[in-house]
């Protein structure tokens, strides 16, 4: 079956660091993906998201390109802040299918 | 995208009660979803809940536990039927708008003692 497995955290970094959490997937033919962003005590927002092989998706300063050759959906900031501190989770839906398949978290802490 | 709210944010419940979780969304759509987040999880889908339709369960959700109901293009609920401390969990609901993207509801954190 299809499924989501992203780097473990917790995550710490300093403002203005780079950010990279890694998320890989395995899936039958080409899912569609995202990074859904979850801050402390609220609901989760969608981040970002890839359609197709090379797509790049970006929102917020955060990036994360669609590979299809290594199955991976990484998120990068070039500069994070204190304010990105939340949990990231990355997701994919199967081609025809209805549910979101979700990575199991990764918390990110930024420290001024 | 879509604003999506949910009654209540947060409840603390006994065991062997009920609760009913509303979700209230603010245009139409076909399908909407049922997640729960148990503590320092990730989100489970709970079932699908199609307007007209019965709900579509996942493997391990049946429906006597969370009786789901879509009166309209707008609403749903969840209940969560005789709760046990393991019920403890984030509860969302999400609704899916065009290009296959979901958006989420607050949620509504549940506590059972």
């Known amino acids: 079956g299809n499924s989501v497995t992203q780097m473990e955290g917790p995550v710490t970094l300093s403002e203005e660091a780079f950010l990279t959490i890694n998320c890989t997937y395995t899936?039958?033919?080409?899912?569609?993906l995202f990074w859904y962003v979850q801050y402390p005590g609220e609901g989760l927002q969608l981040l970002l998201k890839?359609?197709?092989?090379?797509d790049k998706g970006s929102n917020k300063g955060f990036e994360a390109t669609y590979r299809k050759e290594t199955t991976s959906f990484h998120l990068e900031k070039g500069s994070v802040q204190v304010s990105d501190s939340a949990v990231y989770f990355c997701?994919?839906?199967?081609?025809?299918?209805?549910?979101?398949?979700f990575g199991q978290g990764t918390r990110l802490t930024i420290n001024p | 995208s879509a604003v999506i709210s949910q009654k209540p944010s947060r409840d603390i419940c006994q065991r062997g009660t009920s609760l009913t979780i509303q979700c209230q969304v603010d245009?139409?759509?076909?399908?909407m979803f049922w997640y729960r987040q148990q503590p320092g999880q990730s989100l489970t889908l709970i079932a699908t809940?199609?307007?007209?339709?019965?709900?579509?369960?996942e493997s391990g959700f049946v429906i006597d536990k969370f009786p789901i109901s879509r009166p309209n293009l707008t609403f749903s609920t969840l209940t969560v039927s005789n709760m046990s401390p393991e019920d403890s969990s984030i509860y969302l609901c999400?609704?899916?708008?065009?290009?296959?993207?979901?958006?989420f509801g607050p949620g509504t954190r549940l506590t059972v003692l």
């Open positions: 999400s609704v899916e708008l065009g290009a296959d993207t979901q958006y």
């Open positions: 899936a039958t033919g080409y899912p569609s």
């Open positions: 890839a359609t197709k092989a090379d």
């Open positions: 997701a994919l839906r199967g081609p025809g299918a209805q549910k979101l398949v």
């Open positions: 245009s139409q759509v076909t399908m």
């Open positions: 809940a199609n307007q007209g339709s019965e709900a579509t369960y």
